[in-house]
């Protein structure tokens, strides 16, 4: 891996800047993920089913279009993952209120708890980096980060906010 720059380089935008960026995010998700995976594994489970458990969590009674849309992933790769996590009590699909045709995501207590270890797991991690970088820089990671989902492309950031998601049916093309 290059050597990490102490300093900021005011030349940010040459080649070499940003491959060592793209080799931070890499090496960066690489860890976070490795944090979970022993746990998922145990189960059976993959980083697919972290996701949506992550989400679910985050955003209780999301709808399974707006989940689509955050996750940015088809409709048969959701499915399975999914019918995994209702099949093993992780996660419960339930009717909108507005629209009984609607699917509305929670977890169960069982996936509440999953959740809460997977999120511990990772969290330690992020909080110490948090620490050591301080505030002024974690406001920049998050800048950098945003702007990175705010691009565009696949598995962008929803047009619609997680909130929206869960009243609104959402208009897919193409998955």
């Known amino acids: 891996m290059s050597d990490v720059k102490a300093g900021p380089n005011p030349l940010f935008l040459t080649e070499e800047e940003l491959r060592q960026a793209l080799e931070l ?30 989400f679910i969590g ?16 088809t409709k048969q790769s959701l499915s399975r993952v999914l019918t995994e996590l209702i099949d093993r009590g992780y996660v419960a699909s339930r009717a909108g209120a507005t629209d009984r045709r609607q699917k509305q995501l929670v977890l169960t207590e069982a996936g509440a708890e999953l959740e809460r270890l997977l999120y511990e797991a990772q969290r330690r991690r992020i909080a110490r980096a948090y620490r050591q970088a301080g505030a002024e820089a974690v406001e920049g990671f998050r800048t950098v980060l945003e702007g990175m989902i705010e691009a565009g492309g696949a598995g962008s950031a929803p047009r619609k906010s997680p909130e929206a998601a869960r009243t609104t049916p959402s208009k897919r093309q193409g998955r």
């Open 25 to 54: 995010v890499f090496l960066a998700q690489r860890h976070v993920s490795a944090d979970v995976d022993a746990l998922l594994g145990k189960r059976g489970l993959g980083r697919a089913h972290h996701r949506a458990l992550y």
């Open 58 to 73: 985050r955003y209780p009674r999301i709808s399974v279009g707006g989940l689509l849309d955050l996750l940015g992933i």
